[in-house]
């Protein structure tokens, strides 16, 4: 494999990890498809000294924050030594999880950490809601249980909410009940067609792309006003107003930081992302037997996205004003979608084709 | 550059108006864009080749509420920004 000099300017910023190939939730519009981990069932977990073989080596390529998501991970049996870790290495934190098995010690474990954020998935505002989301009697209670904890161990966690026909009428409830859980702030995101995402797009549970712009402008107008809470709809950057990004009290881009970061599988493998759970093509090697550094800076696919981006994306991409810094909204969805690194961001393309894309962001013919 | 000079927008420059008055401004020759708070966008559509930059501030200051006294020197950065990513110049003065 080729390695090129100007490539070396890229440093590996974050690694994320998918701790866990198991999950203890069955959420019907998970884009990674783990298995279900009930009592007695164990699936293939990172193991601690190949994290910490991987932390030792991500290192010296620039590491300075780690992100811990699954499956579930705080499933993973050995996650107070892994968060131990984490915390002498004095890297910053991100943890994704769906809270359910947030004990106080366990969130006071993260909050040890540096510069954590942690999110916590609440998909209704109430039990009947999330749990017909999550697929698992009880996690709705169990999950509010998690927030209080993280908020006692100091968190203003993030509470996010997967958008879909059944739960749409709930948005305004779920920033209530987080504004009374302590939670500094709320995401909603949009079902990826991916897995099992994208059986829910076939079988019409998910929103149209009309009805999501339409949700998006009411989020980040009228319900974003009424809460002190910090709101972020994340829809692709073409639809967010400007002043929502940059202005005084904008929330910034939330970008995707692909030609900085990593996945590592459960199962010990490199990726583009945890999209390696179901795309094998987007593997890159194995870490008990690949140099992170040789992954990190021989990979093909790694060294192509990082040459491409922006100019190669195809589409509306291709045309749209936001792409420098969109950089296409979600390489690994693209490449699910189109089969090719380069294929357009599946909402943009739809919205382009239904004549609902943002005509100030297409590129204007000269 | 002195005080009579008159900044102008680079005729390849197209300015995209958006609903909250931000706006974005794409440069046709690089493919660049650029986005605009409500204030900059007021800036570029005085840049006309007929307004010096304390003219400008004037203008600002009578439509603007709570423009800063520190303004005229904010506004001559965000030009020498602009004049500097190509996307406006100054007027080449005749002899």
Known sequence: MPEDNKNHKYHLNQLYFYLTEGCNLRCRHCWIMPKYQADGHTYPLLHLDLFRSIIEQAKSLGLSGVKLTGGEPLLHPQIHEILELIRVEDLRLTVETNGVLCTLDLAQKIAACKNTFVSVSLDGADAETHEWVRGVPGCFKAALEGIRNLVEAGFRPQVIMALMRRNKGQVEAVVRLAERLGAGSVKFNIVQPTARGERMHESGETLTIEELAELGRWIETTLSASTTLRIVYDHPLAFRPLGKMFGDSGDGCELCGIVGILGVLANGSYALCGIGEIVPDLVFGHAQKDRLKDVWFKTPVLLEVREGLPHRLEGICNNCLMKGLCLGSCIAQNYYSGKKIWAPFWYCEEAYNQGLFPETRIRPNI | ?95
Request: charged share 30%; aromatic share 8%.
């Open chain 2, 1 to 95: 550059m002195p005080d009579t000079a008159k900044p102008i927008p680079n005729s390849l420059v197209v300015l995209r108006e958006e609903f909250d008055d931000w706006a974005i401004l794409f440069d046709s020759a690089t493919g660049n864009a650029f986005g605009l708070n409500p204030v900059g966008v007021f800036v570029w559509k005085c840049l006309d080749g007929n307004r010096t930059i304390k003219e400008i501030v004037n203008e600002l200051r009578e439509n603007c509420e709570g423009v800063p006294e520190e303004a005229e020197g904010h506004l001559r950065e965000f030009i020498q920004d602009l004049v500097e990513q190509g996307l406006a110049g100054y007027e080449t003065q005749k002899d």
